[in-house]
């Protein structure tokens, strides 16, 4: 089992709706998820992080955590042309090391 | 944005060439890391360094070595690469190596011809 999972996508939505990315992880052990965007040929760009469980909201962002499930998402509202990008799950394992999804491609068509 | 920054840019080097990758964090963050992005794969964590000390070599082959001086530069040493070592390396810093977001270089093209 990846220690990060994400589906790849593409993940299309038109623009104004809602973009929903998700994320499972396998430690149990770990405390703090992070989610980054990354343009095509460009570097990650954090986004948004969280450690406790529920919703923390940042602008049209809105990061979910459920430790029991595993589980983070990251809710992108009213979504822009120019959030068309790959989105990136982090976790934060035990031990230090900061374990990348794959990424979600998004596509946000006008 | 100049908080982590990345050298060179781009490189072309042959097998039997030595090159380094150079980065160096203008945040006081005291880890710093470097990750491996290959196309439609997600990135792979190389090497972790905290306060100068490795804590975290990730099977990666002798052909890459790192080198951290002080906690705020970061090199890797290449030599003897493969083609398959063509990737997009990105070095990254932190506050900590726990709980702590990671940011991020613009990255080295490395092709290996």
């Known amino acids: 089992q990846k220690e990060v999972e994400q589906n790849s996508g593409p993940l299309s939505v038109p623009e104004g709706a809602i973009a929903s990315l998700n994320c499972t992880y396998s430690?149990?052990?770990?405390?703090?998820f992070f989610w980054y965007r990354q343009y095509s040929g460009k570097s990650p760009e954090l986004i948004m992080f969280?450690?406790?469980?529920g919703d923390k909201e940042d602008g049209r962002f809105t990061a979910q955590l459920n430790k029991a499930s595993q589980y983070v998402s990251l809710l992108i509202r009213d979504s822009q042309p120019s959030d068309s990008a790959t989105y990136l799950c982090?976790?934060?394992?035990?031990?230090?090391?900061?374990?990348f999804g794959q990424g979600t491609e998004l596509s946000v068509k006008p | 944005e100049t908080g982590v920054t990345q050298t060179p840019r781009h490189l072309v080097m042959g097998m039997t060439n030595k090159k380094s990758l150079k980065c160096e964090q203008h945040?006081?963050?005291?880890?710093m890391y470097w990750y491996k992005q290959s196309a439609k794969k997600p990135l792979e964590l190389m090497f972790v360094?905290?306060?100068?000390?490795?804590?975290e070599n990730n099977s990666v082959p002798s052909r890459f070595s790192p080198e951290c001086p002080n906690s705020s530069h970061l090199f890797l040493h290449l030599h003897t690469l493969q083609p398959e070592d063509s990737a997009l390396y990105l070095c990254?810093?932190?506050?900590?190596?726990?709980?702590?977001?990671?940011?991020f270089g613009q990255g080295t093209r490395l092709t290996v011809v």
């Open positions: 990254a810093s932190s506050q900590g190596v726990s709980y702590t977001e990671a940011f």
């Open positions: 945040l006081g963050h005291n880890a």
């Open positions: 982090a976790v934060n394992v035990p031990g230090g090391k900061l374990i």
């Open positions: 430690d149990r052990g770990s405390q703090s």
């Open positions: 360094y905290n306060f100068k000390e490795q804590t």
């Open positions: 969280i450690y406790s469980n």
